[in-house]
């Protein structure tokens, strides 16, 4: 069941990706500051006081020192030799007239700046992500249940995405994984359905509505969470969305499509009993088979299971290994660290109970969504390959002869074809 355990999030349109929230912006002229959240009010003092306008603020990734570093320049030049001069009014009269200054990347130094500050940037955002994928003292309760986790952060979302079917991405997909996991958590506290965003009642409502909608999971187009992503990090100015748009362009245009080099992914597929991983399905059939001494392929054969069969035994396996239930005798335990000891000490792996008891319909159901080790299950393939071959020089005959005789006897042919002997014999 879902258990909800909060903060108040910015509703600004253009979130900041990863700063310090206290950090002041410095007017380039005067005095005049502004919190960087507040950044509108002194670009609007920029505009208004001193007649200057800086292009693509968002572009920007490092807003505060961009400013520190063209007021300190702004002291040394007259602000002409750095920006673009725009005169409004200039058919009206002189009196009228009025210049302003746009400061910009078309001027090389600015450009300069802006390149830097993005790949100090992308630099910090990096090294905090290392320090995360290797940090062993990350503690962290389970937003949908009372399980807590300790160690790398990796185990509390991978145990998310296997039991609550709900992923926010791979964890090296992640920086500042902790205030991410703080800012859902607010949302679910705020009673806020995290992919709709709608606000509910109470608890209860909005553990129902998650489940039924198929909201466990985060709206990917909430501006909040791009700065959670490394990939929101590697170009100046692009969103995910922007940069994986591109990137299917340029497969698109790509009229000379070369796939010698074509590499393909695997899939990671799970062990029934532990929480071994392996990217290739032979591996994990043969960690199943030679540290637990489970034999799927084995069982396959004895018992001429069917594609559909294997799934049920799969998913019947699975189930009660994650309900602490052997599947050999329906003994129960208080954890599946005492129900694998108990399988393998009273020699129950390759004990199945009766055929009729798992060989049900709510076994087609997986008890994880994408279990991985149910796409690699077939019918015999060997049988299929021989009776193929044996087919091969067999003729294909368009009806069933296997009652022939019968088949004479009442045919409209034969009738048509004994008419006219009738005819001769009354003659």
Avoid at 189 to 211: A, G, P, S, V
Avoid at 220 to 244: C, H, M, P, S
Avoid at 270 to 291: A, G, N, P
Wanted: with cysteine.
């Amino acid at each position: 069941p879902l258990s909800f355990p909060e903060q108040t999030v910015d509703s600004s349109n253009t979130f900041i990706l990863q700063c310090p929230r206290n950090e002041l912006l410095v007017c380039l002229f005067c005095s005049e500051s502004a919190p960087l959240l507040q950044k509108d009010v002194l670009l609007k003092h920029l505009l208004l006081e001193h007649k200057l306008v800086i292009a693509d603020v968002k572009l920007i990734a490092d807003l505060p020192k961009y400013m520190l570093y063209w007021k300190g320049r702004f002291l040394e030049q007259p602000v002409k030799d750095f920006c673009s001069v725009i005169k409004t009014n200039s058919t009206g009269p002189v009196e009228k007239q009025e210049d302003y200054f746009l400061l910009c990347d078309v001027l090389p130094e600015d450009r300069i700046l802006r390149e830097k500050l993005q790949q100090k940037r992308l630099e910090e955002v990096l090294e905090q992500q290392q320090k995360e994928r290797d940090d062993s003292n990350f503690h962290r309760l389970c937003m949908f249940c009372s399980e807590e986790f300790t160690g790398n952060r990796s185990f509390l979302l991978n145990h998310m995405a296997r039991e609550h079917s709900f992923s926010i991405g791979l964890p090296d997909n992640i920086v500042y994984c902790n205030e991410f996991l703080d800012t859902l958590q607010s949302k679910l506290d705020n009673l806020q359905c995290l992919y709709c965003e709608k606000i509910f009642r109470d608890k209860t409502t909005l553990k129902d509505h998650m489940r039924k909608k198929a909201h466990r999971r985060i709206n990917a187009n909430n501006r909040e969470y791009d700065r959670f992503y490394v990939i929101n990090y590697l170009e100046l100015g692009k969103t995910w969305e922007e940069v994986q748009s591109e990137d299917d362009r340029e497969l698109v245009d790509d009229e000379n499509d070369d796939w010698s080099d074509w590499q393909s992914h695997p899939v990671s597929a799970v062990c029934l009993f532990c929480d071994h991983q392996s990217e290739t399905m032979d591996h994990i059939y043969t960690h199943m088979k030679e540290t637990h001494g489970f034999d799927l392929h084995n069982l396959k054969t004895e018992l001429n299971l069917k594609f559909y069969q294997q799934v049920k035994l799969v998913n019947f396996i699975r189930r009660h290994i994650h309900q602490n239930r052997c599947y050999g005798c329906q003994e129960n335990f208080d954890s599946r660290a005492d129900v694998l000891h108990h399988i393998m000490a009273k020699g129950h792996v390759m004990k199945l109970p009766e055929m009729s008891i798992w060989d049900q319909p709510q076994y087609f159901f997986p008890t994880y969504e994408n279990d991985a080790l149910l796409c690699t299950l077939s019918d015999s393939d060997e049988d299929e390959r021989d009776e193929t071959n044996r087919s091969e020089d067999i003729p294909v005959i368009a009806e069933d002869i296997s009652n022939l005789k019968i088949l004479k006897q009442t045919s409209v042919l034969n009738q048509l074809y004994l008419l006219p002997f009738k005819h001769i014999r009354v003659a």
